[in-house]
C-alpha cells in the first residue's frame, strides 16, 4: 500500500479527481501537474487514488439489462410462491423484507428497526415510519401481519408454510408496532424474516401481478416465462438507492448464449456462468467475474417412495457411483469443492468438516445394485438445463454406472416447466437449491418430514425431534452438536445426493460498479438491482 505523498493536500486530490471527471486524459493531467512542479510519482499516485476515488463513488442514471438462467411460465411475483432464482431476483426488485443479511450473514433491519425478544419467543417488531408501497399506501404493521399470516393458509400453498407454522399468534400493538408468539422458542426467527419468501405485501392484497411492494423499482412490466422491466422508484424510503433508472430481466438458458449476448454487448450481466466460458469471458477486458463459494449445489434426488429409492441398498449404490472428485475437476472446472451428500457447506459456521464424502467405489456400489436387484435394469434419470451443471453430472454418472452394468437413461428435458413438472415428481431427478442462511431454514425446508420440499421425501421422526430440540437452544455448543448429528443423518439416510457445493460464477460489464459476491447465491443473492450502478 502506497503512503500520501509528502506536501500533498486534499484539495491537490480533489483539483485532481475533478479534472478527471471534466474529461482529463491520464497524460493530460500528468503534463499538468509535473508543469506545477509536482513530482513524477506523487502525479501517478494522486491519479491513481482519484480514479479510485472516483469509482467507488455512485453515479445515477442508466438502463440495465441482466439474464439469469432459468425461467418459466410459472414465474411469479407473489413471495409465498416463489421458486426459483428467477423469481427471488424480482422479488427483491420490488418488495423489502423486514431483515436482511450482510455478506458475513449477520441480521440487519430494513423495513424493521428492531426485532427483540427476551426469550426468544415472543418477539416486538418496531417498523420503519413514512415507508410506502408504490400504490402510494402507507407500510403499518397491518400490512406484516397480512403477509406472514398468508404463509399459514394452506389455500396460499406458501413455499414456507412449514417455517410460518411456527408463528402462532399475532398483535398490531399500533401502527408501527407488532407482536409474534412462536409455539417455541425460535433464536433464528430474525434470520427467517430475512427470506425472500417473506417480503412484505400490502395488507389485502390478492392480485399480485402488480408487484406492489416497498422496494427500489416499480414494475413497469412482467410476462412470466418472458421477463420483467422495473423502473426506478422515485420516492424509494431509502434516500440514495436505487442507482438505475430501469433494470430488465429475463432468462437466457443456454450457457453459451447468455455468455454470447453479454460478450456482444446484448446485456451488461450474466448470472451463472459457466467454466467454460469462463477463459472467454476472462481475456475480455470489457468483462469482469465475480465469484462467490456459496453453498449452493445441484443435487441428484432418489425418491425414497417411489421404485428405485425404495431400496436402501440401491440408493447407497448410486452415493458410491458418484465420482465428486471428477464432477468438481470436469464438470465445474474447479469451481466447486467436494460435498458430502448433506447441505450445509463450509460457507455455514455450523459445517460439519469432520463428515467426510463417500469415496467413489465402483466395485461397493455393484455390489449394493447387484444386492437391490437393479443391475441390468434400464432406469431413469430426469435432467434439464434448469438445475445447473445436472446434464454433465448425469451423464458422468451414467458413464460410471454402465461400467458396472447399471443402465441409466438420462432424459434431457426442457427448462420451462421442469420446477412444476419434473422436480419434486420424478422418481429421480436433480434439483438446484440456493443456500439459507441458518441450518434450521434449510433442514426445515428440505428435510423435515412435512417439508413442502423433501426432494427424496425423506422422514425421520427422530430428525424431527432432534430439529426441534436445536431450534429452542440458545447455546451454540448444543446447537451445534446437534447440527452436526443432523448433517450426519441426511448424509447416511436421505435420498439426496449432493456432489458437490458450487461457486457462484456472474459475469457483468466493467463498467457496473458496485456489485459484490454473495454468500446466499449468485446475482448478490438477488439484490442487485438495488445497489449497482453504471461507472461514469
Known sequence: MHN????????????????????????ELLQMMLAGGAAMTAASFAFGRAEQAIAATPVSGGALKAAGWSSSISDTLDPAKASATTDYVRLCTFYNRLSILDPSGNVKMELAEAIESKDAQTWTIKLRKGVTFHSGKTLT?????????????????????KLAAQMKEFKAVDDLTLEIVLDSPNADLPSILALNHFMIVADGTTDFSAGNGTGPFVKEVFEPGVRSIGTKNKNYWKASLPHLDSVEFFAIVDDNARANALMSGDIQLAGQISPRSKRLIESNDALVLVQASAGNYTNLNLRLDMSPGDKKDFVDGMKYIVDREQIVKSVLRGYGQVANDQPISPANRFHDAALKPKAFDPDKAKFLFNKSGMLNQTIPVIASDAASFSIEMAGMIQASASKIGLKLDVQRVASDGYWNNYWLKAPIHFGNIDPRPTPDIMFSLFYSSNAAWNESRYKSPKFDSLLLEARGLLDEAKRREIYNQ?????????????PAYLSSVDAMSSKIKGYTSSPFGGLMGGSFAEYIWFAA
Request: proline share 3%; no cysteine; glycine share 6%.
Open 4 to 27: 500520501t505523498p509528502n506536501n500533498w493536500s486534499k484539495s491537490d486530490d480533489d483539483f485532481v479527481e475533478q479534472a478527471i471527471r471534466r474529461g482529463a486524459s491520464r497524460r
Open 141 to 161: 404493521s397491518a400490512d406484516v401481519i397480512f403477509t406472514l399470516k398468508r404463509h399459514k393458509d394452506p389455500a396460499i400453498g406458501s413455499k414456507v408454510a
Open 486 to 498: 443432523l448433517q450426519g443423518m441426511v448424509s447416511e439416510e436421505a435420498g439426496t445426493i449432493i
